[in-house]
């Protein structure tokens, strides 16, 4: 089913670890809904995350996720491989819409032009994109590289992390624009983004609450991740 992200019953264990860090998730996200899960712990975020994405397997429970051509997994850090732009926003295994001005345009609404200048154009390889760009350019590279694949999910572990709060929201929107459904593994804030917040609490609880009506809490503890 390629509508739906759902969690049965899924209990998530740190690699190596027996005690549980969350338990009995039970979660069914459909195309259409922006969900944030936050927590007071990265780590928790961070198991989730690899679980949603298959990179560990130390849960237990059951997840069914759409086909891997219409889901997209977001690190708090993309890797940029050798080679060129083209590359770095295109996956192989991937069909996109888009050609050359289209590609151009995404890299333009999300103010990737200087990019595509200190690149020499999508064509021009490169050995190591850390010569020339900025961790935050590196990811708005990667944020590219989704908007491209066009995913019914995009998944994101600490999307707002090394971006500012204007390009935090640029991101959004534009997700929202092109009909990608997202899950953003972040902070307890701009709670207008999203439909509903799963808390992930300490003692292996958790929480789905409707995002409408939730209170803001005090902005120093919503720093900047």
Request: proline share 5%; charged share 20%.
């Amino acid at each position: 089913d390629n509508t739906r992200l759902r969690f049965e019953n899924v209990t998530f264990y740190a690699r190596g670890q027996e005690i549980p860090l969350i338990q009995n998730f039970s979660v069914d996200i459909r195309v259409g809904t922006r969900v944030l899960v936050c927590s007071a712990s990265k780590n928790n975020l961070q198991v989730v995350f690899n679980t949603t994405a298959g990179i560990d397997h130390q849960s237990c429970g059951r997840l069914h996720r759409p086909p891997l051509n219409q889901i997209y997994f977001l690190p708090e850090k993309p890797y940029l491989a050798p080679g060129t732009l083209r590359e770095a926003l295109m996956h192989p295994d991937w069909i996109t819409p888009f050609d050359d001005k289209g590609i151009v345009l995404v890299l333009h609404k999300l103010g990737l032009e200087p990019v595509l200048a200190m690149a020499g154009g999508l064509d021009t390889p490169h050995n190591d994109w850390n010569h020339f760009l900025s961790i935050s350019e590196q990811k708005m590279v990667g944020i590219a590289r989704m908007l491209l694949a066009c995913p019914h999910f995009a998944v994101m572990l600490r999307l707002r992390s090394s971006l500012s709060e204007s390009k935090f929201e640029l991101v959004l929107s534009l997700l929202q624009e092109s009909g990608i459904s997202y899950v953003n593994m972040g902070k307890y804030e701009h709670l207008e983004c999203y439909d509903a917040v799963i808390e992930l609490h300490e003692d292996g609880s958790w929480q789905w609450q409707n995002a409408r009506g939730l209170p803001i809490r005090n902005k120093q503890a919503s720093n900047e991740e």
